[in-house]
C-alpha cells in the first residue's frame, strides 16, 4: 500500500501563486507515475499534470505553461507548482500514485482563486 497526503492548498487571489506537495509513505519502490488531478464544483474530474518515475511530464492544455510537475526522490515527494492562478482553477486536487499494485488516491486539498 501507498499512502500520499497533500498539502499546500488554500485561497490566492487570480495571478497569484501556490505549490501543492504530496508526500508518499509505504511501499512507494512500486509508484511508476504521479500526478494530480482536480475536480471541480460540478465538473468532473480532471488530470492535471503527470510525472513518471524516469521524469517525463505530461499536462493538460489548460495549464501549460504555467504549472510545473517535480518530484524528489529523497523525499519521496511530488510537487505542483502552480503559477497565473486563475479562477477556474478553483478546485479540490488530488494526487494519485500508480504502478505495480498500486493506485493511490490522497485526500483531497481545496485550492480556491478568487479575489
Known amino acids: 500500500q501507498v499512502q500520499l497526503v497533500e498539502s499546500g492548498g488554500g485561497l490566492v487571489q487570480p495571478g497569484g501563486s501556490l505549490r501543492l506537495s504530496c508526500a508518499a509513505s509505504?511501499?512507494?519502490?512500486?509508484?511508476?507515475?504521479m500526478g494530480w488531478h482536480r475536480r471541480a464544483p460540478g465538473k468532473q474530474r480532471e488530470l492535471v499534470a503527470s510525472?513518471?518515475?524516469?521524469?517525463?511530464?505530461n499536462y493538460a492544455n489548460s495549464v501549460k505553461g504555467r504549472f510545473t510537475i517535480s518530484r524528489d526522490n529523497a523525499k519521496n515527494t511530488v510537487y505542483l507548482q502552480m503559477n497565473s492562478l486563475k479562477p477556474e482553477a478553483t478546485a479540490v486536487y488530488y494526487c494519485?500514485?500508480?504502478?505495480?499494485?498500486?493506485?493511490?488516491w490522497g485526500q483531497g486539498t481545496q485550492v480556491t482563486v478568487s479575489s
Open positions: 494519485n500514485a500508480l504502478g505495480i499494485d498500486v493506485n493511490s
Open positions: 510525472i513518471t518515475s524516469a521524469g517525463s511530464t
Open positions: 509505504g511501499r512507494f519502490f512500486r509508484i511508476s507515475a
